[in-house]
């Protein structure tokens, strides 16, 4: 079956603009967790969803935002993008709220702020 | 801060010899993790969990070792192979919704 799958694979924006970033889990999977991804911090906790409502936020600023549809498709947004958020953002769908074992993660989007 | 954390950045290792990557972390809450590898343009990709009550636990060709005395994991993979470059990751959880990753360290097959 069909990994899961983000868009866009790669973007470049500038300082102060925002974004929008899209991620389809894998059919039946209804959790979607976001990471960032930096050289410095390595992998980092953003959010997650499940069955449309956020269950857990990382220490992240309220720029970073996110939703879930009923389809399980989820989006994040950063807004006033700052040269720091430039990052791989991954996501990883699993079925349900623990099942780690299960979660698989997305190729990402990579992020240029300039 | 990070509450989990590797001890090597960077681990250079002979084709066919075995290789061990090592993870500390400093919940005392935690009771499961994981073990990743992330390939170059490519998200995580599970390898192996373990939960807090058991101290070992094998795969195919990889054993992870959990010593919750000193707060330690460790990764072996035997007979390392071209195709384990890549960057390994250990991750916890301590049943809040939401991993904890090391920084990673970048495992490179010398042939």
């Known amino acids: 079956k069909a990994g899961v799958t983000q868009t866009p694979r790669y973007l470049i924006k500038t300082r102060g603009q925002q974004v929008t970033l899209s991620c389809s889990p894998i059919?039946?999977?209804?959790?979607v967790s976001w990471y960032q991804q930096t050289p410095g911090q390595g992998l980092q906790f953003l959010f997650e969803?499940?069955?449309?409502?956020?269950?857990n936020k990382g220490n992240f600023p309220g720029r970073f935002s996110g939703r879930q549809f009923s389809n399980s498709r989820s989006e994040m947004n950063v807004s006033t993008l700052e040269l720091g958020d430039s990052a791989l953002y991954l996501c990883?769908?699993?079925?349900?709220?623990?099942?780690?074992?299960?979660?698989?993660f997305g190729p990402g989007t990579r992020l240029t702020v300039l | 801060g990070e509450s989990v954390g590797l001890h090597l950045p960077t681990l250079s290792v002979q084709e066919g010899d075995n290789s061990i990557i090592n993870c500390a972390y400093s919940?005392?809450?935690?009771?499961?993790f994981i073990w990743y590898k992330q390939e170059s343009g490519k998200g995580p990709q599970f390898i192996i969990d373990?939960?807090?009550?058991?101290d070992k636990r094998q795969g195919q060709r990889v054993t992870v070792l959990l010593n919750k005395t000193v707060k330690h994991l460790s990764l072996q993979i035997a007979a390392t192979q071209p195709g384990d470059s890549a960057v390994y990751f250990c991750?916890?959880?301590?049943?809040?919704?939401?991993?904890?990753f090391g920084a990673g360290t970048t495992v490179t097959v010398r042939a």
């Open positions: 990883a769908s699993r079925r349900q709220t623990g099942s780690y074992n299960e979660q698989f």
């Open positions: 059919s039946g999977h209804r959790s």
């Open positions: 969803y499940f069955s449309e409502t956020q269950r």
């Open positions: 919940n005392s809450a935690s009771d499961y």
């Open positions: 373990i939960r807090s009550n058991m």
């Open positions: 991750a916890e959880n301590s049943n809040d919704y939401k991993l904890s």
